[in-house]
């Protein structure tokens, strides 16, 4: 077994890492922010409107597009690991499944993949679409003829199409649910994954400033017990501040409904749905639910750490300074979004 040593795994919070943070942070906000809001604009624009494509970009445009674009950059950081490790994943088809399991809840909402309840509710199609790409994964090793390695590669093709294609797909399912108001899934999808990566930046900070006590050194030597709390708490608030913020939106745009500021009806539907549990307060049930999505945002991140150490990489990439590679920004929401999408329809069922 190998022992990788990188150059520094010790988190030093300098003012120009700071900055540089701080600075990129800032943008990719606004980045991500703008392109919720243009899906949500477009989604709410054709309401009402009859046609196929129509029925299709009411349930999302540019955020299923886009960050279909970004999972399959995801897959090829991914791959790369295994053939670090001299396995080598049907790639060409692990890319495909990728795509077409992820974009399965949009096309089942839109009725694109029959219009009965069972066609409709994007969650079963999931995971028949799944079945199919085990199916042909195993296809595709035996017309390869060549049993070399065969498990090896199989599996890794497997793990491929599971980790960016099905785990991301619960993220495409809150947007998309085809019980969600056209354009609320948008604002919902925005709320999860805001909470999903204030975990990541209150952990960064707790731990760069208080951290003393290491959490799992043997996976991630950098993370500490002090910056876990921290992307805990972090989460928390977030998913308090922001419900709250919505709900006084909401209550004053009611309060004055003449107003000449209006609240989208996408947050309000929002607000609402996330206002709908029967046993807890609105807030209590956000705090709790950013306590949820932290613990498992940073077991994705742990998780990740575990595929780059084997593959003695200390970033999946370089395509973002400081931040890494794509990898490195989605290993928290990857595991996340299905637990946000259990929580909604299980435990609180919203959806």
Same mark, same amino acid.
């Given at each position: ?5 990188? +150059? ?7 003012a ?5 943070r701080v @600075?990129?942070?800032a ?7 703008a392109l919720f ?5 477009v989604?709410?624009?054709l ?9 299709l970009?009411?349930?999302?445009s !540019? ?18 690991f ?5 396995v080598? #994943? ?5 890319? !495909?499944m990728?795509?077409?399991?992820f ?11 029959g219009d009965? !309840? ?5 969650a079963?199609?999931?995971?028949v679409?799944m ?7 195993w296809?595709?090793a ?11 590669? @199989? *599996? ?11 785990? *991301?797909?619960?993220?495409?399912q ?9 354009e ?8 999860i ?9 209150g952990?960064?900070f707790?731990g ?6 290491k ?6 030597p950098?993370k500490?017990i ?11 608030? !977030? ?5 709250y913020?919505?709900?006084?939106l ?11 500021f ?12 996330l ?5 807890l307060s609105?807030?209590l049930?956000?705090?709790?639910l950013?306590?949820v999505l932290s613990?498992a945002?940073q077991m994705?991140?742990l998780v990740?750490?575990c595929?780059?150490?084997?593959a003695?990489?200390?970033?999946s ?13 989605l290993?928290? +929401?990857?595991?996340?979004m #299905?637990v946000?999408?259990i ?8 959806l």
């Open positions: 077994m190998v022992r990788c040593r990188f +150059p520094s795994e010790t988190k030093v919070l300098t120009q890492v700071l900055i540089q @600075s990129y942070g943008l990719a906000l606004t980045l991500l922010i809001a243009v899906d949500a604009e989604g709410k624009r309401s009402g409107i009859d046609g196929m494509l129509a029925a970009f009411q349930r999302g !540019v955020v299923p597009l886009l960050t279909s674009l970004v999972f399959l950059q995801g897959a090829r950081e991914l791959n790369h295994y053939v670090l490790r001299g080598k #994943p049907y790639a060409g088809y692990a890319y !495909v990728v795509v077409a399991v974009f399965t809840p949009w096309l089942s909402a839109a009725g694109w993949l009965g !309840v069972a066609q409709l509710e994007g079963q199609t999931m995971l679409v079945l199919i790409a085990i199916g042909g994964a296809a595709t035996v017309l390869k003829r060549d049993t070399t390695d065969c498990l090896r590669n @199989s *599996s890794a093709t497997l793990q491929i199409i599971f980790y960016l294609g099905f785990l *991301s797909s619960f993220g495409l809150i947007r998309c649910g085809r019980d969600i108001p056209v609320a899934g948008a604002w919902l999808m925005l709320y994954l805001l909470i999903t990566k204030a975990s990541d930046i952990a960064f707790a760069s400033i208080l951290g003393r006590h959490l799992w050194p043997g996976v991630s950098g500490t002090e910056g876990t709390i921290g992307g805990i708490l972090a989460s928390a608030g !977030v998913a308090t501040w922001l419900l913020g919505a709900t006084i909401v209550q004053r745009q009611l309060a004055d409904p003449g107003q000449t209006q609240v989208d009806t996408g947050i309000r539907s929002m607000a609402r749905f206002s709908q549990t029967t046993h609105p807030m049930a956000a705090g709790l950013g306590v613990i945002g994705g991140d990740e750490s595929f780059k150490r084997d003695c990489v200390k970033d990439g370089q395509l973002i300074p400081r931040f890494g590679g794509i990898l490195d920004l290993d928290s +929401p990857l595991v996340a #299905p946000a999408w929580v909604l329809t299980v435990v609180w069922p919203m």
